[in-house]
């Protein structure tokens, strides 16, 4: 591959420079300790950001509220954790990359009776936990807040709100898992789309216009990998429209595989719909360089077999066009740190294969998951 490819071509997003088109997306590596990262998840960001990453997004931080999450593994993102924070920023920038930290909060897929959500729904048919009061929806909300604050004084470029996989904001999102009445949920998308939209707002006025807030939503979620927030291209500019209108920078559209359509009837993908109703510039991911998808290697453990070739043409040929702007590239990173520098000097034969071992002993809780797999509802 030569200089020339689109993949390394540069991209302004926001107030940053990127030289190439490739990000790191979020990734839980358990590597944290009571809530913050230990040194060794600075070094691993770091470690990719030499690797030629120019953007790195940390992995899903529990936000500022108790309700957030139950997961022992899981960092969180608070003034407890900052100093932590900092040292991965810090290691990141040094290393020539720039670093957005991601909020989250699980929602019902917490697996404890204590668990917030939009309905108490984690999909149709399976309760748990209870339904949000709005004054819980306000105190979530701020917290989202006070986390992105933190973000801004750690010194990320931004943060992305985790608005996907089936996690709270996503279960605003699917009216699978939303059956609010209070103008919050329902058969309507402008109302789904009403509380991350507001998080969105209150984050932006908060941390003002230079902080890049990216908002990652997927169609699919953990617990359903059929299901759409966005029936169809009406539905999806929709959402888009007020989320860019909340103050969005870039929409991250998650899905399983890359190269597959959105719709029938035209090749584009989610991030190249999103990209052309919203205005916005998008990240695609999915599978980059890998022939399984995230969610097999979690639920069956697949080993998997390298598709450099085929994905590295096929994103060119998109890039090219313009369906989006970004690529966001994750176990192959995760298999081998030096993935873009060796793509970008024409070295792919010398890239070492993600496989499932990378990923250690993953101590999560997946237990709502993987019910929903054996018994789909
Ligand atoms: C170990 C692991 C942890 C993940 N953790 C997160 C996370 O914290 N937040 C998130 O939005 N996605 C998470 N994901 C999904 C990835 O960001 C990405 O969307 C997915 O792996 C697909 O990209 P890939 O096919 O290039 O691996 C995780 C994936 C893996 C493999």
């Not at 019902?108 to 204590?114: E, F, G, I, Q, Y």
């Not at 590295?312 to 066009?321: G, I, K, T, W």
Request: hydrophobic share 40%; glycine share 10%; net charge negative.
């Amino acid at each position: 591959m030569t200089d020339r490819s689109p993949l390394f071509t540069p991209f302004r997003l926001g107030t940053l420079d990127l030289p190439n088109r490739f990000v790191m997306p979020a990734m839980q590596r358990g590597m944290c300790e009571n809530g913050s990262p230990k040194p060794e998840l600075a070094a691993y960001y770091a470690r990719r950001a030499q690797g030629g990453v120019p953007l790195i997004i940390g992995e899903s931080s529990a936000i500022d509220h108790p309700s957030a999450t139950i997961q022992p593994n899981s960092s969180w993102l608070t003034a407890r954790t900052q100093h932590a924070w900092a040292r991965c920023v810090d290691a990141v920038r040094e290393a020539g990359g720039q670093m957005l930290l991601q909020l989250w909060h699980e929602g019902a897929v917490r697996n404890d009776d204590d668990a917030l959500s939009p309905s108490g729904l984690v999909h149709p048919g399976k309760a748990n936990g209870r339904a949000m009061t709005r004054e819980e929806m306000t105190a979530i909300g701020e917290g989202f807040v006070r986390s992105a604050r933190v973000a801004r004084n750690v010194g990320a470029a931004g943060v992305e709100v985790h608005c996907a996989h089936g996690y709270l904001l996503d279960q605003f999102l699917w009216h699978g898992s939303n059956v609010r009445e209070d103008g919050y949920g329902g058969a309507d998308i402008a109302d789904r789309v009403r509380f991350p939209a507001e998080i969105v707002r209150a984050i932006r006025a908060e941390c003002g216009p230079d902080f890049l807030i990216s908002l990652r939503f997927s169609q699919w979620k953990e617990v359903a990998y059929d299901a759409k927030v966005a029936a169809d291209p009406v539905e999806l500019e929709r959402m888009v429209t007020t989320l860019r209108e909340a103050g969005v920078d870039v929409l991250h559209c998650s899905t399983r595989r890359f190269w597959e359509a959105e719709w029938a009837g035209d090749g584009k993908n989610l991030a190249g719909w999103v990209k052309a109703l919203s205005g916005l510039p998008t990240i695609t991911v999915g599978s980059v360089g890998l022939d399984t998808d995230v969610m097999t290697t979690f639920i069956e453990g697949k080993n998997l077999a390298s598709r450099i070739p085929e994905a590295m043409a096929e994103l060119e040929a998109r890039l090219a066009v313009g369906e989006f702007d970004l690529v966001a590239v994750g176990r192959a990173l995760i298999g081998d740190p030096d993935f873009v520098r060796k793509l970008e000097c024409g070295d792919r034969e010398t890239i070492r294969t993600f496989a499932r071992a990378d990923l250690g002993s993953l101590e999560w809780d997946t237990s709502i998951i993987e019910e929903a797999h054996r018994a789909p509802a």
